[in-house]
């Protein structure tokens, strides 16, 4: 009988990669995507792969308990991905009640389900499921000019988007010391690759780039964060559930800081490259706009565990992820104009 993967938020960006990945590199599995489909939730994502018979697409809120537990007891799946998230940080300062809601309200709706459906099944049954709660290193804040989080780094996180993270990692620990839910919680670095919604650095660089706009970088361009092709990331996500321990952490990263400005720089050199202007260099429209506020000014982690304890590391070099990147957007186009087209239209943000 064919595992099932359940993925809440499997419609977005880091979600849509997993189910693509999970259908290429796990032949005999079967995917159930839930999600919403708010302004950063596209079936197009899918396209290709939902009327394929491996893969059933169901519209619902991570909120909405019963709804969450009919589905668990309808498909049986092995493995349930907590990918559903609001996760744009400069949304989290305009509107911070969203937040709230989806992340903290959403995870524990999930758990809540998820030990409801655990409760009745077989020991064996039990035994084979796996919740696997998938996070972000903004929740330990703000490192200075060297260190890296590991596993052990306390919490401080520093935006309503990290603390609503913090606090649904916090409810998926304990869930599994008090309730003996089989949960696996991981905590990546920055996420790069396609259908990444343009709201986020390099894809909103990359087209506004394209139709000659400034390219916003905030503050003095310094931040750093460590880059993370998403298929890496979404092979550690399939290694975690598989292998990972029951009720530990695992930081996903790929050893790769960049400062906003590398990021820009890299972004401009490639377009240059596959998209030259007409005359003078992507590097010209990049304009310093104010901070946002409380930016924390590097994240690096720490994924010794997850290649020790479990054989993983990060296989992508920086320039052939940025390549990958920037071509794939380059050959959709209409699947931007689309959503630029929407409700988003690359406007600033969390001021």
Request: include cysteine.
């Amino acid at each position: 009988m064919a595992e099932v993967f359940l993925i809440t938020g499997g419609a977005g960006f880091i979600g849509a990669n997993l189910v693509h990945h999970v259908l290429q590199s796990r032949p005999e599995a079967r995917v159930v995507v839930y999600d919403a489909l708010t302004y950063a939730g596209n079936l197009e994502n899918l396209t290709g792969v939902i009327d394929g018979g491996r893969v059933s697409f169901v519209e619902g809120d991570i909120c909405d308990q019963a709804r969450v537990l009919q589905l668990l007891e309808v498909e049986r799946p092995r493995y349930v991905y907590n990918l559903a998230a609001e996760s744009h940080v400069d949304r989290s300062i305009d509107g911070p009640g969203a937040f709230v809601r989806t992340n903290v309200i959403g995870t524990f709706e999930m758990l809540e389900a998820a030990r409801a459906y655990t409760a009745k099944l077989s020991v064996d049954e039990k035994a084979g499921f796996r919740f696997i709660h998938v996070s972000t290193d903004e929740v330990y804040g703000s490192l200075g000019a060297e260190g890296l989080f590991t596993e052990t780094t306390p919490y401080a996180p520093n935006s309503p988007y990290a603390a609503s993270k913090a606090a649904s990692d916090h409810l998926v620990r304990a869930y599994h010391h008090t309730y003996g839910l089989p949960t696996v919680t991981t905590n990546c670095s920055n996420n790069y690759g396609p259908f990444q919604f343009p709201e986020k650095l390099i894809p909103l660089c990359l087209l506004n780039a394209l139709e000659g706009k400034p390219l916003p970088v905030y503050g003095d361009g310094r931040n750093v964060r460590d880059w993370l092709f998403v298929g890496d990331h979404c092979e550690a996500l399939l290694v975690a559930a598989e292998r990972g321990k029951l009720g530990e952490t695992y930081n996903i990263g790929s050893n790769n800081e960049r400062t906003t400005l590398e990021m820009v720089h890299a972004i401009c050199d490639e377009l240059d490259r596959l998209r030259p202007r007409s005359n003078g260099s992507y590097r010209e429209q990049i304009t310093f706009v104010t901070d946002r506020p409380g930016h924390d000014r590097r994240y690096a982690i720490d994924s010794t565990k997850l290649a020790r304890e479990l054989g993983w590391q990060a296989k992508t070099p920086f320039a052939l992820g940025m390549q990958t990147t920037i071509q794939w957007y380059l050959a959709h186009a209409e699947w931007s104009e689309r959503i630029t087209n929407g409700v988003y239209r690359r406007g600033r943000l969390g001021l």
